[in-house]
């Protein structure tokens, strides 16, 4: 088993492009969430999908899109970049609600120029 | 806004010796996990607290929960430099669907 992977793993944007970050879990987990970790600030959580079919903004959501293309997968889409957006994002998924166990993927390192 | 906040931010010691790292707040949560975050890695969970006053033994690691499930504390006996790493704590509200993360403690284990 893989667990959750992402990809890229590394990534440099000028200002204004656009990307996807791709996420997939192969450990049918119902729920899935995109966090940004940033220096001294934690874990943020950008969108979630608690299920197939769903999502929802969470604490940090502007400038982000995401998809919840079936159950193993979740991207997040930048659509316009911004030095702002330079930090290190995390994949990650539940079973089942967000309070159970979470499992991150690797993540993707982010740097808008 | 739920704050959870960790103590110290950071921590470099010797090998052999123990320490404590704290995380407070003042919302009521219904659980409380630990997650260990090594350079380059993504954050792994390392226990899940739920009963207020509980304490979990994980060999050298012992987690507790306060009494009212406001606060936790992880206490590292006998360093090794394989603690090295970001340690996490993240509290459940019940009130909504939401985790709270603290801002970490960077621990350094110096042989």
């Known amino acids: 088993n893989a667990g959750v992977t992402q990809t890229p793993k590394f990534q440099v944007l000028k200002t204004g492009q656009s990307m996807t970050l791709q996420c997939a879990q192969d450990?049918?987990?119902?729920?899935m969430y995109w966090y940004r970790q940033d220096p001294g600030m934690g874990l943020r959580l950008i969108y979630y999908?608690?299920?197939?079919?769903?999502?929802d903004k969470g604490e940090v959501p502007n400038g982000y899109n995401v998809s919840r293309l079936n159950k193993r997968e979740f991207s997040l889409r930048l659509e316009s970049a911004a030095p702002s957006q330079t930090s290190v994002y995390f994949c990650?998924?539940?079973?089942?609600?967000?309070?159970?166990?979470?499992?991150f993927g690797p993540g993707t390192r982010l740097l808008v120029l | 806004t739920q704050l959870l906040e960790q103590s110290p931010q950071f921590l470099s010691i010797q090998e052999g010796e123990n320490l404590t790292v704290y995380c407070n707040s003042s919302?009521?949560?219904?659980?409380l996990q630990w997650y260990r975050q090594e350079p380059g890695e993504g954050p792994v969970l390392l226990v899940t607290?739920?009963?207020g006053g509980e304490v979990k033994k994980l060999k050298r690691l012992t987690f507790q929960f306060g009494d009212a499930r406001k606060d936790s504390s992880l206490h590292i006996t006998a360093a090794q430099p394989g603690d090295t790493g970001l340690y996490l704590c993240?509290?459940?509200?019940?009130?909504?669907?939401?985790?709270?993360w603290g801002a970490g403690t960077k621990l350094i284990i110096k042989p």
């Open positions: 990650a998924s539940t079973l089942g609600q967000i309070q159970e166990t979470q499992y």
């Open positions: 450990m049918n987990h119902n729920s």
């Open positions: 607290v739920v009963t």
């Open positions: 999908s608690a299920s197939e079919g769903t999502t």
């Open positions: 919302s009521v949560f219904s659980s």
């Open positions: 993240a509290g459940a509200l019940d009130s909504n669907y939401q985790l709270i």
